[in-house]
């Protein structure tokens, strides 16, 4: 007594129609797009990797060090520095000016300008020292 035969298709279409499949379904995932995280539920974990490979369209964000890095497109890596030192807020009071223009007042604009020199000043140092803008 002899077994039915499981493939009583020829085992060429069925080749061929796998194959088609494979090719159908290969073209979809290169279309689809990757889903952008808006919101995390807790922290991530990014794993120390080497240097990826050059990409194309955008940039690589890796682990390396323990340190945050970039790879752009042009292959520059960059590495992405931690939080810069805060910077106080000026003093500035312009909402109650005063009945005449005095020595106090011309003091106070001095100082508010003064205040806005050192935050400026602060600022421009917070962002140069981790390399987020150039000297």
Do not use: W
């Not at 995390?40 to 194309?56: I, K």
């Not at 890596?77 to 910077?87: T, W």
């Amino acid at each position: 007594m002899s077994m039915p035969d499981p493939f009583p298709v020829d085992q060429n279409r069925i080749i061929q129609a796998l194959e088609r499949r494979v090719a159908d379904l290969e073209a979809l995932v290169r279309q689809a797009k990757g889903t952008p995280i808006v919101q995390a539920s807790g922290p991530f974990f990014l794993p120390n990797s080497g240097t990826p490979a050059r990409p194309s369209g955008g940039p690589v964000i890796y682990g390396s060090g323990g340190d945050f890095r970039v790879i752009t497109s042009s292959g520059q890596v960059k590495q992405i520095p931690a939080q810069g030192p805060s910077v106080p807020n000026p003093v500035i009071n312009l909402f109650n000016p005063p009945a005449n223009y005095d020595q106090a007042h011309i003091r106070t604009i001095t100082d508010t300008c003064e205040s806005l020199a050192n935050s400026y000043t602060a600022l421009l140092q917070s962002l140069r020292l981790p390399g987020i803008i150039a000297p």
